[in-house]
């Protein structure tokens, strides 16, 4: 009977697995057919515009659905028409990772880079023979591509202006720094994710709260109002977030604009050389390989900013990473989940530096300088960027009052989508009933289209979801 019962057992998992491989895929086909449907559409929109056609071509794309790939590609067609082309990004270090990925990409182009006097730009976007750099933008002139940051480029004096620029990351763009630059070039195209943090401001905006020209305004939002017969394109699928992610991520802060992940359930996996010692971080790190998600909850208080509590929950959950010796398994091959593949995620940076600290006394590297270093670093600064695995401090964790700057759509998403494998959040409990005591009640401005949807209401989907992953230490 043994036998006979591990016999049919054999005959009948083999099929099931053939049949979950097969399934996993076509999965995988079918989104890549989408997602290339949907690049060809854009490039040819931005490469060979129809007769009347609006000068600015928007896309929104979700966390991780390659919109610097398709930068790459868009730079290297138009490139190829034998046009000049102008890039702008937000910051030195988004200039830098294109210039490093277009080079690479496109030995064939000539590419400069265009800095300020005062500062260098970053090994990785100089080590290549076609890419030259410099403070002034007359000695890049006769580049296929010049990139730098809008900052910079709003100071640049031009007689005869670009036909085609691309602004990348265009939602993390303010409008007035649009307006600067809008006069070097006569079309674009503005990549960014609409999910993300609104353009960082320091001075108060409510004088302009409303108007068509709100300087406060993303460059994407300001463009759109100005320009009702742009249409914008989407990118339908994240190749960053796993099979465990991309639905929640695009149920909680994309519900218009859905997308998929672009691999199956068991495409991505992560497993630990080392058994766990029966700790709740461990219990949380088994749980986060095995569902890709983990709430690592503490006892319900209010705390200081920086609770040392939940300071420490999170380095001991990174220390733990390491020393479980976990192997990160994908598409791309099996690789050891090194320092350099994790990243902490804060709402303020004395949270970061506080965990920095908490981490260099457990022996956890956290000096990029030194080498292979564990990001620990805010919302803000985290956009844009990937890891394997992601450990975040919740924005609401121990707080008496959700303020609008905690509850800000745009900070959780970030901070939630950051990972390829798995998220593993720290927080206090009392999260949810926190939010049902403080409601939003932000004031609504005349003319000022709601986003949606709130962070309160994101919160709580979130919360809902986690609660299915809580381990309480």
Partial sequence: MTTDRTDHTRRTDH???ADQAAATASASASASA????????????????APGAPRGVVVDSPPGAGKSTLVVKAARELVGQGERLMIVAQTNSQVDDLVDRLAAKGPDLTIGRLHASESRPAAEALRHANVTASAKVADLLEQDV????????????????????IVDEAYQMRSDALLAVARLFERALFVGDPGQLDPFTVVGTDQWAGLSYDPSSSAVVTLLAHNPAIRPH?????????????????AAFYPYTPFRSGTGPD?????????????????????????????????????VRTDPQAVAAVADTVHRLLRRELTAHSEQGSTPLTPGRIAVGTAHRDQAAAVRAALAALGVPVDPAAGPAVTVDTANRLQG????????LHPLSGRPDATAFHLETGRLCVLASRHRHACIVVARAGIAELLDDHPAAEPVSLGVTVKFPDGWEANHAVLAHLAEHRVRR
Avoid at 234 to 250: D, E, G, H, K, T
């Fill in 34 to 49: 989408a997602a290339d449907a949907a690049v060809a559409e854009i490039l040819t929109a931005v490469s060979r515009p």
């Fill in 267 to 303: 495409e991505r996996r992560l497993t630990a050389a080392v058994r766990p010692d029966g700790s709740a971080v461990d219990a949380a790190i088994d749980e986060a390989a095995e569902h890709g998600w983990a709430l690592l909850e503490l006892p319900a208080r209010h705390t």
């Fill in 385 to 392: 960027r990937e890891y394997d695995v992601t450990v975040v």
């Fill in 15 to 17: 099929p099931d697995k």
């Fill in 234 to 250: 989407r990118l339908p699928v994240s190749w960053r977030l796993p099979f465990s992610a991309a639905p929640l991520i695009s």
């Fill in 146 to 165: 010049v990139i730098s940051t809008a900052a910079k480029w709003q100071w640049v004096k031009a007689e005869a202006p670009w036909r085609h620029a």
